[in-house]
């Protein structure tokens, strides 16, 4: 799979529900977008990334990936939730080799 380094960094921190590796994956002033709430910053994002893992048990399977001015993963995602698997589409930009954002929609 040819998707950045950073990206697959963080799909493996997420399957081992290692919350400190999924955050450092992240720049410092990184902004995270999901379920309408906003998450600034690597300790900000480490806290919604373990309440996550915790209310969902969130695994990811990459379905496909278009790599442009961003770079949008579709992934399959499962987990202890209603819906489970949902397909979402993973928004990330890049940036100094960290994710500096990244958007999670429908």
Known sequence: MN???IILDLIAAQSNFDSKAYAKCFSESA???DENETHKGQN???KWNEKTNEMYQT???VLDFLIADTTIVKTKVSG?????PIILKYHFELKDGKIDSLKITV
């Open 80 to 84: 202890n939730f209603e819906g489970s």
């Open 44 to 46: 900000e994002i480490k």
């Open 3 to 5: 998707l950045p380094n």
């Open 31 to 33: 902004l995270v977008f």
């Open 59 to 61: 695994q990811l399977e």
